[in-house]
């Protein structure tokens, strides 16, 4: 039974899991940055300046995996840490999403879908899990 309670435990849950996903794309793409980006971008992926691009975004990813993975699982972790960097992950997410949406026409028409859903889920995640956080941290007092 979902309480008042186990929400934000289970919204912390899903920003580790967003975060562990974000480190795991991130790696990915700067191994073989067209198979992150071909279902975002499709046959263009394999283009030298998608690869270029594919790399920074997934450095970015694997920098925000990792620095909201040890803000939510460090053994002095600060819930406002955390937060931020949740919050920084939602952010991005979102504006991966308006990017989609701004070339929606010129994107590859099944796995557009799947992109805008994924990233959408992610930064719809991360932000209720950083304002849970932080309103519970206001609530407790703590600033």
Known sequence: ??????????????????????????LTA??????PARPWVGASADDLAARVFGRALGARDLALGLGALAALQGPG??????AAWVAAGALSDALDVAASV???RDLPRVT?????????GAALTGA?????????????GSA
Do not use: D, Y
């Open 30 to 35: 700067l191994a073989w940055p067209a198979v």
């Open 77 to 82: 972790a600060e819930p406002g840490s955390a």
């Open 102 to 104: 701004a070339s929606w």
């Open 112 to 120: 557009r879908w799947l992109v805008a859903a994924s990233a959408g």
């Open 128 to 140: 209720a899990a950083a304002l849970t956080s932080a309103t519970s941290r206001a609530s407790s």
């Open 1 to 26: 039974m979902l309480t008042a309670t186990s929400i934000p435990a289970l919204l912390r849950r899903g920003a580790v899991t967003v975060a562990a996903g974000r480190v795991a794309l991130g």
